[in-house]
């Protein structure tokens, strides 16, 4: 058996009986047998198989065959954790397959780390497939993001991986422009973010089949109880989402009807979607199943696609024997397949903490921070300089979100003139989608592409921070380093001039605790240039969150959030606090006077600056023997050693924050410092934030009793310096 062999397309060979060339229908035969045995031994061998949790594609096997085996090394495959027929189809082995089964060290997707049939793939060879979730329907949006990047690199001029000119010019011509497939259950179509993906991929026509496999079962709940209308029907509310309906059990009919569409998706460049009705022979998962829930298993066992493909190729020719042949060598080879992955060596411990995040190119401070002979510039222009400078630089950096495009340019003018210089392909305007806005860049980044994104206001970013946590920040990781997400999240964040309680929250203490992204939060003109620049350049998911109140330093106090800009080639690593100067009045450190580290970033910054001038403005007789700030610039990674090098030079910490304090990241690291610098301190660390309430009120009044500033910072200094 050799199943690591790819299929042959109806154009590579002369076609045999039923129109089909018969090498590929003894390989979909070949593999047929192959995943009826697979899931046959798994069952039998329970014991060992459901130590984690599997699903198999019986009853399935038809649809996903006649799709994987003519799928391309350009082509882009999303498949879901009941796929693993199409894997078969690719060229992926049952070894392989069972490795992942076991979750073992050489599991080719993800060392061990995730579930069986949750696939991520580059190998030149074979189609391409991104980090694969568990979370159901949530593949639509990555998917349909790589079917836009893909048509972006076309449209600009960048070439495919494997093909020498963007329109596949030298090769096959636009036959062998890739295709992008995404597999998705019927039950998972009502999740939102189905029809966000599904909105995108008509309104930017995008070179994308939705493969929709409908085995009328979500896990114990029934299509007649859960779902209004099958996808076809509900694809009719997306006006260009052309659609075919497939016996999913008829290997024939779906091979046809599956080339036909991807021969018109390499042409024409649009979506398409396949509603393929199918049987659930197997249980919904190892952990789940069919017999405690299910009246249908005999009536669904007539529809079976193994006997009813063996039988129509008895019928038109081949011989018995051979087919019994084919059928026992796949078994065989299953069965060795299983015994050598069993005795495969698991993980070591060590295993665990690699590919958490991609090796960065920026590891030190570069560039001129300020360059002699020019004037300041607000923070907000210092962004648009830096996105400017790198999309002139590089065609893959690109710009997209609400209201960014050209009429616009962002609601705080944040992409004033981009759209203008570099056109609507690559700084252009999203629908109300947070959750698209988001998780496409999985699919940009995938494909070689630098996507800039917004999201409009911080209160917003909600529906976003399902794609943020399941696909953008874990990719990496569970593809075991083959996949990072290489993106910026611009984030405009923080209360400013009465926004009110849907334009003014602080969000940090939630992005900061998804592992496996970074965070940023610059106070000033030059470390948001700085950070931006190092964001681009680093591999891995990075939020940049941007105050609204600096933006043009309308607000007393705040002029420092203007700088001169840097060159160029200034950039700032992730993860390298900036120390401001100590304010230096009566009492000095060196004779005992009392001095104190405050620990901030964004607003705060500000907040603790001016504080420092309402103390010397009292002549406190305390003296302010060194009051140093340490603004944080980035959140994660955070900067330790220069935090715990100035708490311990001066005894006593303040961190200060915009959020309310309870569970905030501000008091994680109140307690981060506790616990490092107990020995040094002459006081408790003490946190000041907002009060703690559900929302930021309209009222300026209310606004203004419920935010920190400098004169409730200043008081609380002084209690830790007279502490």
């Known amino acids: 058996m050799t199943t690591e062999k790819k299929g042959n397309t109806p154009s590579e060979l002369p076609a045999g009986r039923a129109g089909i ?58 498949a879901y954790y009941r796929d693993d027929s199409i894997l078969l189809g690719i060229g992926i082995t049952p070894y392989e397959l069972m490795l992942q089964l076991m979750a073992k060290r050489d599991d080719p997707f993800s060392g061990g780390r995730t579930y069986y049939s949750h696939p991520s793939l580059k190998r030149d060879d074979m189609p391409k497939i991104p980090h694969q979730s568990s979370a159901t329907g949530m593949q639509a949006i990555p998917t349909t993001g790589i079917a836009m990047g893909i048509q972006y690199k076309e449209k600009i001029g960048l070439p495919h991986p494997l093909l020498p000119s963007p329109r596949g010019e030298g090769v096959g011509g636009e036959a062998d422009l890739p295709v992008v497939v995404c597999s998705l259950g019927d039950g998972s179509i009502t999740e939102g973010e189905v029809s966000e993906a599904f909105q995108m991929a008509v309104l930017k026509k995008l070179p994308i089949l939705y493969l929709v496999q409908d085995n009328e079962w979500d896990i114990s709940a029934h299509a007649k109880e859960v779902r209004a209308q099958d996808a076809p029907e509900f694809a009719k509310g997306f006006h260009g989402l052309e659609t075919r309906s497939i016996d999913g059990t008829d290997f024939f009919k779906s091979y046809e009807i599956i080339n036909e569409v991807i021969d018109i998706i390499r042409k024409e460049r649009r979506p398409f979607l396949i509603h393929a009705t199918v049987p659930l022979l197997n249980h919904h998962t190892s952990g789940v199943r069919k017999e405690w829930y299910r009246e249908d298993l005999e009536e669904q066992k007539l529809r079976d696609p193994f006997p009813r493909f063996r039988n129509k190729l008895i019928v038109i020719g081949f011989d018995k024997d051979e087919l019994n042949e084919i059928e026992e060598r796949a078994k065989k080879r299953v069965e060795e397949d299983y015994e050598k992955a069993k005795a495969a060596e698991d993980p070591r411990p060590e295993d665990l903490f690699t590919h958490a995040y991609a090796p960065t190119p920026v590891t030190e401070e570069k560039g001129v921070r300020e360059p002699k002979g020019k004037e300041k510039t607000v923070m907000v222009d210092s962004a648009l300089f830096a996105i400017r400078e790198l999309m002139e630089k590089h065609k893959e950096c690109l710009l997209y979100g609400q209201d960014v495009g050209k009429r616009l340019g962002g609601v ?25 806005i988001v998780g496409s860049t999985v699919g940009m980044s995938a494909v070689g592409l630098k996507p800039i994104v917004e999201v409009q206001f911080a209160d917003y970013i909600w529906p976003g921070l399902n794609q943020l946590f399941t696909e953008v920040a874990r990719s990496c990781y569970l593809t075991n380093g083959k996949y990072p997400v290489s993106m910026i999240l611009r984030v405009p964040i923080g209360a400013y001039g009465s926004g009110g309680p849907y334009h003014s929250s602080s969000i940090e203490s939630v992005v900061t605790n998804i592992r496996g992204i970074k965070v940023a939060y610059p106070s000033t003109g030059a470390d948001l240039k700085g950070l931006i620049k190092s964001a681009y350049y680093d591999p891995n998911p990075c939020v940049i969150l941007e105050h609204k109140g600096l933006y043009w330093s309308k607000i007393k106090g705040t002029e420092d959030a203007k700088t001169v800009e840097p060159d160029e ?25 009392p001095s104190l580290s405050i620990i901030t970033y964004g607003m705060g910054v500000y907040w603790a600056s001016n504080a420092i001038k309402i103390l010397q403005a009292k002549n406190s007789p305390l003296g302010v023997g060194g009051i140093e700030i ?18 311990k030079k001066h005894s006593r910490c303040l961190v200060v924050t915009e959020e309310p304090v309870p569970n905030s990241f501000a008091q994680a690291l109140a307690g981060n410092i506790s616990q490092n610098c107990f020995e040094y301190l002459d006081a408790p660390v003490r946190v000041i934030g907002s009060e703690n309430l559900p929302a930021i009120p309209l009222n300026s009044t209310l606004e203004a009793t419920m935010l920190p500033n400098a004169d409730k910072v200043a008081k609380m200094m002084e209690e830790l310096l007279n502490y």
């Open 21 to 78: 060339p018969e090498v590929t229908l003894l390989r979909a035969y070949e593999l047929m047998c192959t995943a009826k045995s697979m899931t046959e031994l798994f069952e039998k061998n329970s014991q060992v198989t459901s130590k984690y949790v599997h699903a198999t594609s019986r009853g399935h096997e038809a649809i996903q065959l006649a799709l994987g085996l003519q799928l391309k090394p350009q082509d882009w495959l999303s």
């Open 630 to 647: 340490i603004d944080l610039r980035t959140l994660v990674p955070l900067d330790e050693k220069t935090v715990f090098e100035s708490v």
């Open 569 to 593: 080639e200034y950039i700032i690593p992730f993860g390298k606090a900036r120390i401001l100067p100590p304010a230096l009045k009566g009492a000095d450190i060196k004779t005992g006077g």
């Open 412 to 436: 705080f003018r944040e992409a004033a003139t981009l759209a203008q210089k570099f056109g609507d392909d690559r700084v252009f305007n999203t629908p109300i989608q947070e959750a698209f």
